[in-house]
């Protein structure tokens, strides 16, 4: 028979002590290496940014310039896409002598176009894009007989205008946003700046059509 005396015991214990330890350290080891390669075999997500998506869905702001026979002439700022009825409720709405029946008040809007309304009776100008003879470029200012129209023409082309200068051009501008369209040519000596002598030099040159 085998005797085993206590220190052999002791000894035994401590030898089948470590080894649980080892295994047991060997086993977390190996535990937390599955889980690292797991996670890092998992592709991330891929989102889409908020800001792309926002990008993607709100049309963009343009500015349009609205004159002619409306309440409240003026550039407006729609979104893109605005359809030219929605841009005449802006300006006030039409003024009781408009035609809008030549008018296509389906059109949809461009970044700076240039929307002329004009009056009942009155003839469409056949210059640039029109809009059932509305004019909406700023080059249609100037019609065929050479005239440059002080209902639509911009800043640059009323200083072309003997005794028109910036200033004289801003304050024409300026008079037919506040007040609206001149009905005659001779309204324009209604702007500050513009008197009998200035008027004389250039009534041969401008238009109201």
């Known amino acids: 028979?085998?005797?085993?005396?206590?220190?052999?015991?002791?000894?035994?214990?401590?030898?089948?002590?470590?080894?649980?330890?080892?295994?047991?350290?060997?086993?977390?080891?190996?535990?937390?290496?599955?889980?690292?390669?797991?996670?890092?075999?998992?592709?991330?997500?891929?989102?889409?940014p908020v800001e792309i998506i926002?990008?993607?869905?709100?049309?963009?702001?343009?500015?349009?310039y609205i004159c002619g026979f409306v309440m409240n002439p003026g550039v407006v700022k729609v979104?893109?896409?605005?359809?030219?009825?929605?841009?005449?409720?802006?300006?006030?709405?039409?003024?009781?002598?408009?035609?809008?029946?030549?008018v296509n008040l389906a059109y949809k809007l461009a970044d700076e176009d240039m929307v002329y309304i004009p009056k009942k009776g009155e003839k469409p100008q056949a210059e640039g894009k029109t809009i059932q003879g509305v004019n909406t470029v700023k080059g249609a200012a100037v019609n065929k007989s050479g005239k440059i129209n002080i209902n639509t023409a911009s800043e640059k082309e009323l200083d072309t205008l003997e005794g028109v200068g910036p200033v004289t051009a801003k304050a024409i501008i300026q008079f037919r946003e506040q007040k609206g369209a001149f009905i005659t040519i001779e309204d324009i000596k209604k702007v500050s700046g513009i008197g009998e002598a200035k008027f004389d030099r250039m009534k041969d040159k401008i238009t109201v059509e």
């Open 1 to 48: 028979m085998l005797y085993v005396t206590r220190t052999q015991k002791l000894i035994f214990a401590f030898v089948v002590l470590v080894l649980v330890i080892i295994s047991g350290t060997i086993y977390i080891r190996q535990d937390k290496t599955t889980e690292i390669s797991l996670v890092e075999t998992v592709p991330d997500q891929v989102e889409t």
């Open 54 to 64: 926002a990008a993607e869905i709100i049309p963009e702001e343009i500015s349009v």
């Open 79 to 102: 979104i893109e896409g605005t359809r030219l009825d929605e841009v005449i409720k802006l300006a006030g709405g039409a003024k009781e002598e408009a035609d809008l029946e030549i």
